[in-house]
């Protein structure tokens, strides 16, 4: 054998040794410093919540971030998305469920902002609030034109780091909704029409976010005429988006915002649960006060939805609080309030409730 294939030879056995013996450094390394951990919760992701969990979708909401997840829905509906690391509180928690299960979706110290693009849900984060790293968002799907047959997904997220005030945080875990709640419809055979991309995602609307009456464009509009607000005394109103949720509100106010005249429409749970309060909170109604309501039948998860509206004391200027209002004129304005919110649905035409 010549010298030169010789000193081949053994130049590829020294190799070979030094990419083993790398190899099993690098491997044992890994796995000391937590990589193995790391890599298997990453996989996990992938099947987590019976398969149904948007795993690149949380990825990229949690960008950065070592996570363990729930293999399965729990009894509850319920499965979890948690950071690895003890230091941080990020997470998420998923719920789902029939829409037959009373859920209260009202309490959020706000008026949520509708998802659009062909979804009926809403998302939840008031950008006044010391917690910006937290929000939550509501979905409600229909499995048919049965009325009141649908599902109905929650997620509530803490980012840890970062904070929801930024568009592209709202976006990211209005996709894990979505695309999650997609998936378990059909894993479940919910054959539910489902949106698109939710692009530009709203915040909560604060009794702070108020404008004049005259530019209303959501759910406010076109509830009164210029010579009824002045009567009123309406110059103000407080709205989200024309778009459908389960939860849809618009506040009439007089000047700098005072809360005079609050229409809500319910659907889904929110309705079962609005019509439960709906005799006692007649029955405890304020001195001054007035309240109405209608109903409509509606397909899929809307179920038989209420429409509701209240004059309104305002608690932090009472002398400004609702006069004893026009009756008929604000019966007139809930019924226009309850047609346009239930077409928006699909739903019957509203009747007295």
């Not at 049965?146 to 904070?163: H, P, V, W």
């Not at 604060?206 to 009824?228: E, Q």
Request: aromatic share 8%.
């Amino acid at each position: 054998m010549s010298d030169v294939r010789w000193w081949r030879r053994r130049w590829v056995r020294r190799t070979a040794t030094w990419t083993v013996t790398a190899a099993v450094l690098a491997g044992g390394l890994f796995w000391v410093s937590g990589g193995y951990d790391s890599w298997r919760d990453d996989r996990a992701l992938d099947s987590a919540c019976d398969g149904d969990l948007a795993a690149g979708a949380v990825r990229e909401l949690f960008d950065g971030i070592s996570l363990t997840s729930s293999g399965r829905w729990t009894d509850r509906g319920h499965c979890t998305v948690s950071a690895s690391d003890d230091d941080t509180d990020a997470g998420l928690v998923l719920w789902s469920g029939r829409t037959e299960h009373m859920t209260n979706l009202e309490n959020s110290g706000g008026f949520d902002a509708p998802l659009g693009h062909g979804w009926t849900g809403s998302f939840r984060f008031n950008p006044d609030s010391e917690d910006t790293d937290e929000a939550g968002a509501v979905l409600v799907l229909s499995c048919g034109k049965e009325s009141g047959n649908g599902q109905l997904m929650t997620a509530e997220a803490d980012l840890g780091r970062g904070g929801f005030d930024d568009p592209v945080a709202r976006e990211r875990l209005v996709a894990v909704l979505t695309e999650t709640a997609s998936a378990y419809a059909r894993r479940t055979g919910c054959e539910a029409s489902v949106g698109g991309r939710v692009k530009e995602v709203g915040v909560s609307t604060t009794h702070a976010d108020y404008k004049p009456v005259t530019a209303a464009t959501g759910s406010c509009a076109g509830l009164l005429d210029g010579k009824t607000a002045a009567r009123w005394g309406v110059r103000t109103v407080q709205e989200i988006a024309g778009d459908p949720a389960p939860v849809e509100n618009c506040v009439l106010g007089g000047l700098r915002g005072a809360f005079l005249y609050g229409f809500t429409a319910s659907y889904g749970p929110s309705a079962r649960y609005a019509h439960m309060r709906l005799d006692e909170r007649r029955d405890r109604r304020r001195p001054g006060t007035s309240a109405y309501a209608l109903a409509a039948g509606c397909p899929g998860a809307g179920g038989t939805a209420l429409f509701e509206v209240e004059t309104l004391l305002d608690d932090g200027t009472p002398l400004r609080a609702a006069p004893v209002v026009d009756h008929e004129g604000l019966r007139a304005a809930l019924q226009r309030f309850a047609e346009r919110s239930a077409e928006r649905h699909g739903c019957e035409a509203p009747r007295p409730a």
